[in-house]
């Protein structure tokens, strides 16, 4: 799909290229963007969510930011849509970026530059056992190389010591050595650009509260990943007329490596906030990033069962589940409060943990077929042939055909109409005949049921 063609213009507004304002809050910001590809369906939705055990008079609102669209890219499209528009403006004829081997972000910016022609490069990290092997298909594997992305695989150490930055940058050099022309998206897309999207979320928000009239939110709580979601939430919420208190649930590193990476984010903007002023983040790592404890997943599934929501266990999980177990541990902290939960997407990331969750899954059970259910094609089933042939046996050694022919039409009323004589018919070849000799004419065995109807 060629973002800039007529055809997609006349049709509609979606995959093209539109100028951009900031809300009129934010336009103090700098690094405002000109301009932005509309990659997702937005607004999204906002319900109530109807969790069990919450403390008194708390109300939680569910904004479902994992309808956003882009084959289910949850928060990430809000930074493509502006990530994306640079890398165009600029000329690229590529992306380059980074993540873990289940990176959401990753597989969301594979699926975007494929919607703007783009190639997408990934460079991802796993395992040193399986940095060597062909890294399979679950999850967002499966769409990255369903679309093409070129995937580069190193090892947790290899990131840990060579890091995120200068891997992006040694395959840039050699892209550009090719002659392409590469563009570089951080992890995560969390840079201060990418940060417009969740300031552009707020605005949404903001017009939401406004049509619906008489909601608004004392907080909004978020899974924090890479921080830039919550800087946009964060600073989006503290300028607008929102003024919600945001609280991050962060599901690796520390809070206070997210409140120095958030700080960088803004300063960035020039917003002249301190991160501390503007969000309250936690710690909901649990065993480490994208691991989960037994509960956390006991977690998701009762969510799922109770709500009909399905969070991802990496990061809407966990935050959910901090998000109660602190309400539960400090109820008055939350008490009559109307909080907003912002699902991220992540949905793919489900599949990465089917063999942790196939016990806590839901129950099966074939379909009891019961012998007396008619087939489409008219055929009885084999169980029930063989019981009326032997009921049918038993009449006709008595030579009853009459009586025969009655349990086959009646037994079997609704099915194909056996007929107990049409059966001695068939089966005459095989001796039945002459279990019933004297009472055969040159048709068959006919039984006085039968006769009459014939005539
Ligand atoms: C599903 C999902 N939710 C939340 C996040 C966290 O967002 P951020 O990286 O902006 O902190 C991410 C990515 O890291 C994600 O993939």
Same mark, same amino acid.
């Given at each position: 799909?060629? #973002?800039?063609?007529?055809?997609?213009?006349?049709?509609?507004?979606?995959?093209? =290229? =539109?100028? $951009?304002?900031?809300?009129?809050?934010?336009?103090?910001?700098?690094?405002? +963007?000109?301009?932005?590809?509309?990659?997702?369906? *937005?607004?999204?939705?906002?319900?109530?969510?109807?969790?069990?055990?919450?403390?008194?008079?708390?109300?939680? &609102?569910?904004?479902?930011?994992?309808?956003?669209?882009?084959?289910?890219?949850?928060?990430?499209?809000?930074?493509?849509?502006?990530?994306?528009?640079?890398?165009?403006?600029?000329? #690229?004829?590529?992306?380059?970026?980074?993540?873990?081997?289940?990176?959401?972000?990753?597989?969301?910016? #594979?699926?975007?530059?494929?919607?703007?022609?783009?190639?997408?490069?990934?460079?991802?990290?796993?395992?040193?056992?399986?940095?060597?092997?062909?890294?399979?298909?679950?999850?967002?594997?499966?769409?990255?190389?369903?679309?093409?992305?070129?995937?580069?695989?190193?090892?947790?150490e290899e990131y840990g010591k060579i890091g995120s930055v200068a891997l992006a940058d040694l395959l840039k050099k050699r892209l550009l050595e090719?002659?392409?022309?590469?563009?570089?998206?951080?992890?995560?897309?969390?840079?201060?650009?990418?940060? &417009?999207?969740?300031?552009?979320?707020?605005?949404?928000?903001?017009?939401?509260i406004q049509l619906s009239g008489d909601v608004q939110f004392d907080d909004i709580v978020v899974a924090c990943g890479s921080g830039g979601t919550?800087?946009?939430?964060?600073?989006?919420?503290?300028?607008?007329?929102?003024?919600?208190?945001?609280?991050?649930?962060?599901?690796? @590193?520390?809070?206070?490596? *997210?409140? /120095?990476?958030?700080?960088?984010?803004?300063?960035?903007?020039?917003?002249?906030?301190?991160?501390? /002023?503007?969000?309250?983040?936690?710690?909901?790592?649990?065993?480490?990033?994208? !691991?989960?404890?037994?509960?956390?997943? =006991?977690?998701? =599934?009762?969510?799922?069962?109770?709500?009909?929501?399905?969070?991802? +266990?990496?990061?809407?999980?966990?935050?959910? $589940?901090? !998000?109660?177990?602190?309400?539960? @541990?400090?109820?008055?902290?939350?008490?009559?409060?109307?909080?907003?939960?912002?699902?991220?997407?992540?949905?793919?990331?489900? $599949?990465?943990?089917?063999?942790?969750?196939?016990?806590? #899954?839901? %129950?099966?059970?074939? !379909?009891?077929?019961?012998?007396?259910?008619?087939?489409?094609?008219?055929?009885? +089933?084999?169980?029930?042939?063989?019981?009326?042939?032997?009921?049918?046996?038993?009449?006709?050694?008595?030579?009853?055909?009459?009586?025969?022919?009655?349990?086959?039409?009646?037994?079997?009323?609704?099915?194909?109409?056996?007929?107990?004589?049409?059966?001695?018919? !068939?089966? %005459?070849?095989?001796?039945?005949?002459?279990?019933?000799?004297?009472?055969?004419?040159?048709?068959?065995?006919?039984?006085?049921?039968?006769?009459?109807?014939?005539?």
């Open positions: 799909v060629s #973002a800039a063609s007529p055809a997609a213009a006349q049709i509609g507004s979606f995959l093209s =290229k =539109k100028p $951009y304002a900031p809300p009129s809050w934010a336009s103090h910001l700098a690094l405002a +963007p000109s301009h932005t590809f509309s990659l997702g369906h *937005f607004p999204t939705p906002i319900h109530q969510w109807n969790l069990p055990n919450l403390p008194e008079g708390t109300e939680v &609102w569910i904004k479902r930011d994992d309808l956003s669209g882009m084959q289910l890219s949850g928060n990430k499209v809000r930074k493509l849509e502006f990530l994306l528009s640079d890398a165009v403006a600029q000329g #690229a004829d590529c992306v380059i970026t980074v993540g873990g081997i289940q990176s959401n972000h990753c597989r969301a910016t #594979a699926v975007a530059a494929k919607y703007l022609n783009l190639d997408c490069y990934l460079i991802l990290r796993t395992s040193k056992l399986l940095v060597d092997q062909d890294p399979g298909l679950v999850g967002n594997l499966l769409v990255e190389r369903l679309l093409g992305a070129h995937i580069d695989l190193v090892s947790k090719e002659g392409r022309k590469p563009y570089v998206i951080p992890v995560g897309g969390s840079n201060s650009l990418g940060t &417009w999207g969740y300031i552009e979320a707020v605005r949404e928000l903001e017009q939401q919550i800087a946009g939430l964060a600073l989006g919420s503290k300028l607008s007329s929102l003024k919600a208190k945001v609280h991050a649930f962060s599901v690796c @590193d520390d809070p206070e490596y *997210f409140y /120095d990476y958030v700080q960088g984010l803004i300063d960035g903007l020039q917003s002249g906030l301190d991160s501390h /002023d503007i969000v309250s983040i936690q710690n909901a790592k649990g065993l480490g990033y994208a !691991m989960n404890t037994a509960e956390e997943l =006991k977690f998701v =599934k009762d969510i799922a069962t109770a709500t009909g929501i399905v969070l991802d +266990p990496v990061y809407s999980g966990k935050g959910a $589940y901090a !998000m109660l177990k602190d309400m539960a @541990d400090n109820p008055s902290k939350w008490k009559g409060r109307k909080v907003l939960f912002v699902h991220t997407g992540g949905l793919l990331g489900l $599949y990465d943990k089917v063999d942790q969750m196939s016990s806590l #899954a839901g %129950s099966w059970r074939r !379909m009891d077929l019961e012998e007396s259910v008619p087939r489409k094609d008219g055929t009885v +089933p084999h169980k029930i042939i063989v019981w009326m042939i032997q009921q049918l046996m038993q009449a006709i050694t008595c030579l009853d055909l009459d009586s025969a022919c009655r349990i086959s039409s009646t037994s079997l009323s609704g099915l194909t109409p056996y007929r107990a004589c049409t059966f001695i018919s !068939m089966n %005459s070849s095989r001796g039945i005949r002459a279990s019933v000799a004297g009472k055969t004419t040159n048709d068959g065995v006919s039984c006085n049921l039968c006769k009459t109807e014939k005539s």
